[in-house]
Structure formats: C-alpha cells, structure tokens
C-alpha cells in the first residue's frame, strides 16, 4: 500500500497577501496625511510667528516715536493735510514732530491700500513698513485725544490700532494689536515775552 506525505508547510495565499498589501497602503496613505497637515501647520505657525514678530517690532517703533514727539496732528476726514493740531476718534494717520532737535520735518503715519506707511519728510513721500504679506484692514487706524494746545485740557495721547490678516505659505492668519501712547513732553503753556517795562536804562 502507498501512502502519500501530505505537505504541512503553511503560507499566504494571494487573497491575503493583497488584504495585507491594501491594509498596510491605508495605513501608509492616513499617516501621510497626518504627516503633511502636521508640516503644513508647523510652516503656518513658522511663518506667522515671525510676521507677528515683525509687526510687534513695528508697534514698538511707532510707540517710541509717538512717545518721544510732540505736536500730535490727527489725519482724518476732516484735517486731511495734518496741517494744524487736531484730535480724532478715528483717522488714518497720525504727524508730529520728532524728538531730535535737528529734525525739522514732520514724521507720520498712516494706512493705505492695506499697507502702513512712514514719512519723514513731512508727507512728501513715504515708505512701507509692512511687506506684501500682510493686508491691513480697514478698521485699524489711530485716535488721539489733547492734540489741540493749551488751555486745551489732558495730556496729548494717541492710540494706534491694526487689525489684518497674514497670508502666509501655510494659510490665513488673523492678527489683532494695539497701543496707547502718552506724549512724554509735558504740554506746557507757551510762553510770552512780555518785553521790558518801558523804562529807561541809567
């Protein structure tokens, strides 16, 4: 009598091979996905992180010069050329006189087109300070309280507020600062020569 040795080595067959094969892609495919909205978000932050730097830096150059000046000239709808004090609850821009005694020009600010700009020329011309990727929106702007001089009542006192979106290679970010500076120049009466009293010198 023959008898047959049955083979008792097991294997995959080609069904489960491609069960394996098409589970470990899912898997593959899933942690992919997690992996790029993972470096997607990383260069978001990146990059907005540093725009944020960016404009805080800004914020702190506009406090300097405001707090160090004088003479604050709101621009608004109503004192358009900045060219007398004026106070506003909202303008687009703000001028005053630097602190350097050799600076004879007027600096200012303002908001157009989404951009903040700076002049130092008196509003001649002026320079961004904020790049292509940031849009400034239409409800920032600068207020300021006691810009008229004495007896005018209050400490000059500005406040600068900008509001936009970074549009940066990771998406859309939205940012929100603002500022309030007191002019650190005591607003003095002026003073007035009264002259000599009319005498005559011996």
Same mark, same amino acid.
């Given at each position: 009598? &023959? ?18 094969? $098409? ?59 900045? $060219? /007398?004090?004026?106070?506003? $609850? ?8 630097? /602190? ?5 020009? #007027?600096?200012?600010?303002? @908001? ?5 700009m700076k002049s130092i ?12 990727? &940031? ?7 600068? /207020? ?14 500005a406040r600068v507020f900008?509001?936009?979106? @970074?549009?940066? #290679? ?18 003095t009466p002026p003073i007035?020569? &009264? =002259?000599?009293? =009319?005498?005559?010198?011996?």
């Amino acid at each position: 009598m &023959i008898h047959f040795n049955k083979n008792t080595q097991g294997g995959y067959t080609i069904i489960e091979m491609m069960v394996a094969v $098409s589970v470990f892609l899912v898997v593959l495919m899933y942690g992919m996905v997690a992996l790029l909205n993972s470096n997607m978000l990383q260069i978001r932050s990146k990059d907005a992180h540093s725009m944020m730097d960016n404009l805080s830096f800004i914020m702190e150059e506009i406090s300097r010069d405001l707090r160090t000046g004088y003479d604050y000239h709101c621009i608004d709808d109503n004192n358009t050329s900045a $060219s /007398s004090p004026h106070s506003c $609850s909202f303008g687009r821009g703000i001028s005053f006189m630097p /602190s350097s005694d050799i600076e004879t020009e #007027r600096w200012a600010y303002n @908001i157009n087109g989404g951009v903040l700009m700076k002049s130092i020329d008196g509003g001649n011309s002026f320079y961004p300070l904020t790049s292509s990727d &940031i849009s400034i929106h239409e409800a920032s702007g600068f /207020s300021v309280l006691g810009a008229e001089p004495p007896p005018s009542k209050g400490q000059p006192l500005a406040r600068v507020f900008l509001e936009g979106t @970074i549009n940066s #290679r990771g998406g859309v970010t939205t940012f929100s600062l603002q500022t309030t500076v007191s002019q650190r120049l005591l607003d003095t009466p002026p003073i007035i020569d &009264i =002259g000599d009293d =009319g005498g005559e010198n011996e």
